[in-house]
């Protein structure tokens, strides 16, 4: 179990530089909205995502009914459904694991699981629990971090809620470098710009979603997608 642990341990460093920033960044939002350390450290524990915990502050402070917050959150986390569907078999067999390793499915986390890597541990569905674990501490540290550092002085938090579209874009660029097949890249590109034209700003998220789940899982019963 140690050598998993450890092997886990040093894969996850990079999502770990990336979480416990943003998770200050949430923290100290948070915070400036007048909700303190035991709310992030809530948040970060039981919610745990990313974008919607930013959202989710908006939520709070504007007084936005259950509805309106529950159709923001299958909004926001609708790319889920995307990536899921690669999840398939490599959770498939991961028995006690399985529940929490679906709950911690990240963005970060999952670009983690799906990348080529020279696993020589003991135990590979342990050593994908221990990356998926983790990596919700870094975030939950961050979190707690920030949510203390806002209650000691003022920041200006102007532009912090633009630090998780910054890291999307990172993610997506190292997935690009790394893996030299970009169709999948590419229908999430098309798809994403033909329902910005025909639905506007405000209304092109879900269509797209939808576009692209489709067209993936077309590609998934053709036995051409995989992670």
């Known amino acids: 179990m140690k050598k998993d642990i450890r092997q886990a341990l040093v894969a996850s460093v990079p999502v770990m530089m990336g979480y416990i920033v943003l998770g200050m960044a949430f923290g100290v939002l948070l915070q400036s909205k007048g909700y303190h350390v035991f709310y992030a450290l809530a948040m970060s524990v ?8 930013f959202v989710t502050i908006d939520l709070l402070t504007g007084g936005a009914s259950l509805i309106n917050a529950a ?10 459904m995307v990536y899921g569907l690669s999840m398939l078999k490599k959770f498939q067999d991961m028995k006690k694991y ?11 986390t999952y670009s983690l699981l799906v990348k080529d890597h020279h696993y020589h ?4 569905k342990r050593y994908m629990f221990f990356i998926s674990f983790f990596d919700q501490c870094y975030w939950v540290i961050g979190s707690v971090i920030g949510s ?6 003022t920041v200006n938090t102007t532009g912090l809620d633009f630090a998780m579209t910054a890291l999307f874009v990172v993610i ?13 890249n590419m229908i999430g590109f098309a798809v994403s710009i033909i329902s910005l034209l025909i639905f506007g700003s405000e209304a092109f998220i879900i269509p797209a979603m939808i576009g692209i789940v489709l067209c993936l899982l077309a590609f998934y019963r053709r036995g051409e997608y995989s992670a």
């Open 98 to 108: 399985k529940p929490y390793m679906i709950f911690s499915l990240t963005d970060e």
């Open 71 to 80: 159709l923001m959150a299958l909004l926001i986390n609708a790319r889920h």
């Open 148 to 153: 203390l550092l806002g209650e000691m002085i």
């Open 121 to 124: 541990g003991e135990n590979e």
């Open 46 to 53: 039981l919610i745990y995502a990313g974008s919607m915990q």
């Open 172 to 184: 997506v660029t190292e997935q690009m470098l790394d893996n030299d097949r970009h169709i999948f």
